[in-house]
């Protein structure tokens, strides 16, 4: 598996794992909300490579897209030093240390830049992705009341952060 910098040529790959992760009822998206087309998506991932704000890294194994990290950090001298995270992993390769690796992956990154903290999210009923995140080194800072609507009914996340 490779951990590299997400890249314009990945726009077909990268959206046909979006939306399969959209189909896992744990990302932002519903299942078929995302209208994404491969030449917008294109253009979305060359103002994300253009932002400094934003790193976008994907996993590969055998010329397939397992997963993805964003970092979206801080643009104010303020916060700068803090990033939130996004990840999304394949439930065919679950189990397989791809998240746990672009953790890692991440963590190296952060102190290399700077980022004394990392932040996420978590939908309170993904135990597997809660888990992991404690695993990880996070810790709930907080709770985000009624933050989604799932199916019509309200679902609370955990607001989670480590340290580095």
């Known amino acids: 598996m490779e951990i590299r910098n997400l890249e314009e040529e990945d726009a077909k790959n990268f959206l046909e794992l979006n939306k399969k992760l959209d189909d896992s ?28 704000s934003i790193n976008f890294w994907v996993a590969e194994g055998d010329g397939t897209l397992t997963g993805f990290m964003a970092a979206l950090r801080g643009k104010q ?7 939130y995270l996004v990840l999304g992993v394949d439930e065919d390769y679950r189990g397989n240390g791809i998240a746990s690796s672009l953790f890692n992956y991440v ?31 996070f810790v709930i800072e907080g709770e985000k ?16 952060y480590k340290l580095i």
């Open 25 to 52: 009822g744990f990302m932002l998206y519903d299942p078929g909300e995302r209208q994404t087309t491969v030449e917008s998506q294109k253009k979305i991932i060359s103002k994300i490579n253009q932002d400094a």
């Open 77 to 83: 001298k303020r916060n700068r030093h803090s990033a």
């Open 107 to 137: 963590f190296e990154w952060a102190e290399n830049a700077g980022v004394k903290r990392l932040e996420l999210t978590v939908i309170k009923d993904n135990a597997p992705a809660f888990n992991l995140y404690k695993k990880m080194g």
């Open 145 to 160: 009341v009624h933050s989604l609507m799932i199916e019509g009914k309200p679902v609370d996340e955990y607001y989670m």
